[in-house]
Structure formats: structure tokens, C-alpha cells
């Protein structure tokens, strides 16, 4: 019997003021040999990543703005970006001779979704700045089976490893998949402050114009549902 953890940690800044990356892993394994010739391994992989996305600064007549550089533009308390990955596998092996046989499993869930703001071009007076703000969350579920046998032969000096595989996969059911929203408004341009505007203020003002998306749904309800679809992100 073997087991063996492997983990990942990182706390990152940036010279963009508010912009941060906290994430974390970790994966244990278990190898049990309840034969000579069986090899069992057990693992599973955690990993949780949060961070606030830089989309960098406006532009100006095709090119960056003379600004400071450590300006965030949107607000941060508003920009969220995560994933949650949870994923269990089994390796199972049987050794015969110079037969071989193994069949791996694995089982993935995917929780991720982003929400932030996209600083675009200028206006010629250099008075506005479009600011987009969008968001999107989808949570998916993988499962994989796969069945590999292999055979060693000689013909000669030469050596053959013969090869049969069986992997049929599957995409598990969607527990959850929000399709991105996205809109743009023209906000005045601030050189050394944060241009403060939330996903909410920037939505409301295109809801008429998202007829598709927000005629069934008001906007307040279509937010509550990303909520409650991707938590995680609103934590």
C-alpha cells in the first residue's frame, strides 16, 4: 500500500490596484497491491481558484490611454471569477504474462463562472470611456471509462506491443449553464480614480434592448438565478 498528496497553494497580487489571485489544490492517492499481479489506485483532485480579472485599461485613437497604469477601471467589489473542480478516478490493472490489462475511471465536476468589466475606446474629447460588463456561469458534470489491453510479442530481435482500447465517455448531465450577458455604457473617463459601476447599474440600462433574454425574466430574477446556479462566485 502506497499513498502520496501532492497540493498547490498561491496568494498573488498585481501593479493593478484591487486585481488579486487566491487559489489553492490538492491531490491524494491510494495504491493498494492486493495481488502480484493487481494494482489498484484510488485519487482525488480538489482545486478552488478566486480572483479579480484585469481586462487592462481603455484606448485612445487605436492605442493605450495615457493613464496610469495601476487604474482599475469597473468595480471590484462586482468582479468576480472562480472555478470549483472536484474530480475522482480509479486505475485498475492486471498483469498476466505479457498481457496486460487496465481500466481507468474518472468522474469530474465543473463549477466556474466569471463576472467583470471590459474597458473599451474613448471618446475624441477624451471625456467617456465605454465600460462592458458581462457575466456567464456554467456547471458540468464528465464521466470517462476507458479499457486498454495490451500484448508484448517477439518476432526476431523485434519486439511488437500490441494494442486493443474500449473508451466510450459521456457528458453527465448539466446541472447548470447561464448564457453570458453582456452590455456596454459610456461612463466618464477618470484618469487616477476607479470608474465605479456595478453589473446591476450597467444590465439595467440594456434590459429593453435583450428582449430574448429578458422579456420572460426581469433582471432582478435573472441575477438572483446566477446567483443561486453559481454561488460560488457571489461568496
Not at 489498484?40 to 485612445?60: K, W
Not at 467589489?77 to 498476466?96: M, P
Not at 506491443?161 to 453570458?180: F, Q, R
Amino acid at each position: 500500500m502506497a499513498f502520496r498528496l501532492n497540493g498547490v497553494f498561491e496568494d498573488s497580487g498585481s501593479f493593478r490596484r484591487y486585481v488579486n489571485l487566491r487559489r489553492f489544490a490538492f491531490n491524494p492517492t491510494l495504491t493498494i497491491t492486493p495481488g502480484k499481479r493487481t494494482r489498484i489506485t484510488l485519487g482525488y483532485e480538489h482545486l478552488r481558484d478566486d480572483r479579480v480579472a484585469d481586462r487592462g485599461i481603455p484606448s485612445f485613437q487605436g492605442k493605450p490611454a495615457d493613464v496610469d497604469i495601476t487604474t482599475y477601471y469597473g468595480n471590484p467589489n462586482d468582479t468576480h471569477v472562480g472555478a470549483r473542480v472536484n474530480i475522482g478516478s480509479a486505475l485498475f490493472e492486471y498483469q498476466i504474462g505479457q498481457l496486460n490489462i487496465r481500466n481507468r475511471t474518472l468522474i469530474a465536476d465543473y463549477d466556474r463562472g466569471y463576472q467583470n468589466f471590459v474597458p473599451g475606446a474613448m471618446t475624441a474629447d477624451m471625456s467617456l470611456v465605454a465600460l462592458t460588463a458581462y457575466n456567464n456561469a456554467t456547471r458540468r458534470r464528465n464521466g470517462f471509462n476507458e479499457t486498454d489491453v495490451t500484448y508484448i510479442v517477439r518476432t526476431g530481435r523485434i519486439r511488437h506491443t500490441l494494442l486493443a482500447e474500449v473508451k466510450p465517455d459521456a457528458n453527465l448531465p448539466i446541472i447548470s449553464e447561464i448564457p453570458a450577458i453582456s452590455t456596454t455604457r459610456q461612463r466618464p473617463f477618470p484618469s487616477r480614480t476607479i470608474a465605479r459601476r456595478s453589473v446591476r447599474q450597467l444590465l439595467t440600462g440594456r434590459a429593453r434592448r435583450m428582449p430574448t433574454i429578458i422579456s420572460k425574466l426581469a433582471l432582478a430574477q435573472l441575477i438572483s438565478r446566477i446567483r443561486s446556479s453559481c454561488p460560488v462566485m457571489f461568496k
